[in-house]
């Protein structure tokens, strides 16, 4: 397992916007957690008043996550440990921890990883995927809106050839619903 490097595991939007140099990027896999929109945001995406969602790790008997292995350039782990737990433990939702991720092309890292804790009050995992819709297609919050969050991280694991069925499905369904909203907006003015 390659330990002397500091990887950082991407599933969300760490795959679009790291904030950190990455002196190498692989495809990898993590056992046992998924991809979910089961946190709330109320920084980011989304507010106190209308918290949106935004995705963690969320353990799970036999599934498994395919993201990115990101490979810190030499010289900036420690900067990058600052930056992304300043990023990710905004309100401690997040877990920081480090697990084995399989590399594509063979080998394995010890991956940094930021894992929901399902104790957190933002925890919020099994919501319907049209309730998660709804949610998204509405909040907004210091980094964007909840949707340029999602399409974002839909088209970019698109790109890289990783399926996500949910995440496709919620891509689709968000633009629907903002797109009535618009017409709505407009027949109203």
Sequence with gaps: MSGEHLWVFGYGSLLWDPGFPVAETRRARLEGWHRSFCMRSVHHRGTLARPGLVLALDRAE????????????????????????????????????????RLAGGGAALALTFVIDPAHPQYCGGLPLETQARIIAAAAGGRGTNADYLWNTARHLADLGIDDADLDWLAARVKVIRDLAARADARAE
């Design 62 to 101: 036999g599934a498994a996550c395919e993201g990115l292995a990101l490979r810190v350039a030499e010289g900036a782990e420690a900067a990058t440990l600052a930056g992304l737990r300043a990023r990710e433990l905004v309100s401690s939702a997040y877990l920081e921890t480090r697990l084995p991720v």
